[in-house]
């Protein structure tokens, strides 16, 4: 009886939520369509359009093929670049994050609310405010145009993030249990270790996926604060679809960022399903 | 553990960085040395600044290039970091009035000596030349010229027009157009619609119908000449040519349209001379359009122009030294930006290099033609679509008051005329 009552309702809201799907995947599947599909076919046609036959050599070509700040080794090398600044600024400002969040919710001391306020005011920030301030840090500080220095400025922007995300979960979690804990005499590191951060897979995963992403698509500083063949991903995208006096490389261009969209997919698949239960977690309280 | 390994080869890898230059100062005492920043970094401008750079090398050089991909606010990032970092390029990709504004920012290289040797000044064209001496002396170098205005018209929608004769004066355009549109021709003008396009169709329009209005009202922001009946007459042919539009452009590339434009659906275009090479890149041949120099009512071409050019920034070390003269030296070659021009599809800056031969476009030579023609009538004037006669301010005031009247067909040219004036006010 439930079911008959509510059937028609549901039909009527699947075939809402299905168009609105469709409507959001349908640049997706422009872009998986040009990625096999040659530059002159789309050219020569439109840019929305089945492909003629399947241009995989696009593929291989945004890999290790076109040429980007005069060198032909495609988007890899750029790829590993942006690797080694996402992983270690994603860990630290993850793990430096919950170390935070855990001081602010769970030991309470003078001034507590005031560093919280203060360090989610990077939040309200934009980015381009930042830029010169960063610009004086990595000169005076010798990491100009070096990775180790984007490493340090996502680390450190990161916090905001992750200490929001971070002590909005462990406010949820009885202080009983701190308590119980010290009076056992576990101090702060070991009550972190060994209580805390056993319950903060969820929420750590939340940090990680929201970071990653972060860092992985960033490209104001990526291309301030490198130079040359050091550039992230994002830099070598933009690369691409930046001549003046050239067709669009639509193809190429494609292939390109869905392949340099993969890693922050992976991520997504892996860790997707405790995402969204991760940020709500906090909301309750 | 994964991560300290990680965190090491980071550190190793900065320290091998911060180290290489000085390695490089100890191995030779005099070699030139040119760090460079530009924009170019893939396509054909990439092949370019590649290819000057291996001239560099042959003369004995060391080229430093370090692309930032992207748009010129990344690049504009990019250069004020390294200056503040107090390690400016030697030299820099910059165009139009921000060279004289950036000028201020930093100590830039006076070229007046490398330039009278070669004897430069005199075969650049005034206007541009004025440019790049902001304070009286050479600071900066053009690299290429492109014409903002020329005139593509589709083989086959000429076709339908019945008509053969390339249109001169706006009255024989606007003729033309509508020949196409009886003919058949479902939209008479091919159009993009990313920023500058309309600002493109304005100055197309007012530099055509007068090069004096336009150099004393977009150039001088001449108070008068802004008020003037030119800028209303302007107004007025933007319309006409926004009703010939696919109003459906969104915020596509230009070429999105070539498709339409080669096969007749589309009749004309008024685009830069990039254009060609976009239509070559992509696959279609010569003869399926022609180009012209834009129309000009008063018959001898108006070229609007566009140049790139490279700064030179004060640098101490005497190996930096000696490549900006090296590369000052080949900007201002006419090799070299024969060259630079045959891989892009621009023409060169010298107005004395001879494009009859080999590896010409018909289009470019159209172009070097029309350049020559427009100085010697005082008709080569500054483009304000890209960044060329005013600051990048002062051309976003300039160009929303343009995009908005193409979109919105309810304001009257006499409004707009008296918008622009306004938002030019307001901009000062």
């Known amino acids: ?285 | 553990m994964p991560i300290t390994t990680t965190r090491r080869r980071l550190l190793a890898g900065s320290v091998a960085t911060l180290a290489l230059p000085a390695f490089a100062r100890a191995q030779g005492a005099v070699k030139p040395r040119l760090t460079a920043i530009s924009q170019w970094s893939a396509g054909s401008d990439g092949a370019a600044i590649t290819a000057l750079g291996k001239k560099f090398e042959e003369k004995g050089g060391v080229w430093q290039h370090s692309p930032v991909p992207g748009f010129t606010t990344e690049m504009m990032n990019k250069l004020r970091a390294q200056i503040m970092a107090g390690d400016p390029p030697a030299c820099s990709q910059l165009k139009g009035p921000e060279i004289a504004a950036w000028s201020k920012i930093a100590p830039t290289v006076d070229l007046d000596a490398v330039v009278a040797a070669a004897g430069y000044e005199k075969v650049v064209a005034p206007d541009l030349a004025k440019l790049h001496k902001p304070g009286g002396k050479w600071i900066a170098l053009p690299l290429q010229i492109y014409s903002t205005n020329m005139l593509f018209l589709s083989k086959r929608a000429m076709d339908k027009a019945k008509a053969d004769k390339i249109p001169v004066t706006w009255a024989e355009f606007n003729d033309l157009a509508e020949k196409m549109k009886s003919g058949g021709v479902a939209f008479p003008i091919a159009n993009g619609g990313t920023r500058p396009d309309d600002g493109q169709k304005f100055e197309a329009a007012l530099a055509g119908i007068s090069p004096l209005a336009y150099r004393a009202a977009i150039m001088n922001l001449e108070k008068k000449a802004l008020e003037g009946p030119e800028i209303k007459a302007a107004f007025a042919q933007v319309r006409k040519i926004a009703d010939w539009m696919d109003p459906n452009v969104g915020a596509q590339h230009f070429s999105t349209n070539l498709k339409r434009f080669v096969d007749g659906d589309m009749g004309m275009m008024i685009m830069g001379g990039w254009a060609q090479g976009v239509l070559r890149n992509a696959g279609f041949k010569f003869e399926d359009f022609t180009i012209a120099p834009g129309p000009s009512d008063n018959s001898k071409p108006v070229f609007l122009l566009n140049a790139d050019a490279f700064i030179f920034w004060q640098r101490k070390e005497p190996d930096l030294q000696a490549g900006q003269t090296l590369m000052a030296q080949l900007v201002m070659d006419p090799a070299i930006q024969t060259m630079y021009s045959q891989i892009t599809g621009s023409i060169p800056v010298r107005t004395d290099v001879d494009l009859s031969g080999e590896g010409w476009s018909e289009g470019q030579r159209t172009t070097a033609a029309a350049l020559k023609n427009a100085i010697a009538s005082n008709q080569a004037v500054l483009s304000m679509a890209h960044n060329m006669a005013q600051e990048n301010g002062m051309t976003a005031a300039m160009i929303d008051v343009i995009t908005e009247y193409v979109k919105n067909k309810t304001i009257k040219p006499e409004q707009a005329a008296t918008r622009l004036a306004e938002a030019v006010e307001g901009a000062r």
């Open chain 1, 1 to 285: 009886m439930r079911d008959r009552t509510f059937a028609p309702r549901r039909i009527w809201i699947y075939l809402v939520v299905s168009l609105i799907a469709a409507a959001w995947l349908a640049p997706l599947i422009v872009v998986v369509l040009n990625s096999l599909r040659t530059n002159e076919e789309i050219a020569q046609g439109s840019m929305i359009g089945w492909p003629q036959h399947l241009a995989w050599s696009n593929y291989a070509a945004a890999w290790s093929g076109f040429c980007v700040a005069e060198t032909c080794a495609g988007i890899r090398p750029y790829m590993l670049n942006s690797a080694l600044v996402t992983i270690p600024a994603t860990i630290f400002s993850t793990m430096l994050g919950a170390i935070a969040g855990y001081a602010v919710s769970l030991w309470r001391f003078r001034g507590d609310t005031w560093i919280y306020g203060i360090v989610t005011l990077g939040l309200f920030l934009p980015q381009q405010m930042r830029l010169l301030p960063w610009t004086i840090v990595l000169r005076d500080i010798g990491l100009i145009n070096t990775l180790a220095g984007l490493v340090l400025i996502h680390t450190i922007q990161g916090l905001s993030f992750t200490t929001l995300f971070c002590r909005n979960y462990y406010v949820a979690i009885p202080h009983e249990l701190i308590r119980a804990a010290r009076i056992d005499g576990a101090g702060f590191f070991r009550i972190f270790w060994r209580i805390i951060l056993p319950l903060s897979a969820p929420i750590l995963i939340v940090t990680v996926i929201w970071q990653f992403t972060h860092i992985w698509n960033e490209f104001l500083y990526g291309v301030t604060f490198t130079t040359g063949q050091q550039q992230p991903v994002t830099a070598a995208l933009i690369a691409l679809s930046a001549a003046v006096a050239d067709i669009p490389q639509h193809g190429v261009q494609s292939a390109a960022v869905i392949i340099a969209a993969l890693p922050t997919l992976l991520i997504y698949l892996l860790g997707g399903k405790y995402f969204v239960r991760g940020l709500t977690a906090g909301a309750v309280k």
